[in-house]
């Protein structure tokens, strides 16, 4: 987890990342969903995020990445926080 934190920190250091979340599934999986500030700063970030030592040591931890997928966040709501 400390891996994850000190990437998602390098992020917020040099690009539009408005928010993280991790999301454990079953049979030991992970879901790490990250929502950028508009499809340009995503787009960056995929071309130039292994480039932060942070994030490289993130994405050696990863055995497998089973896809990955664009979307438009339309609604989000903080729930009190």
Do not use: K, N, P
């Amino acid at each position: 987890m400390s891996a994850r934190s000190e990437a998602i920190e390098a992020f917020r250091s040099r690009r539009s990342l408005r928010a993280a979340y991790l999301v454990e599934l079953e049979r030991c999986e992970w879901l790490d969903v990250v929502v950028w500030d508009g499809d340009q700063a995503g787009t960056e970030s995929c071309q130039t995020g292994a480039d932060l030592a942070e994030v490289a040591r993130y994405i050696d931890l990863m055995a497998e990445v089973l896809g990955e997928e664009r979307g438009i966040l339309i609604e989000g709501d903080t729930l009190g926080a």
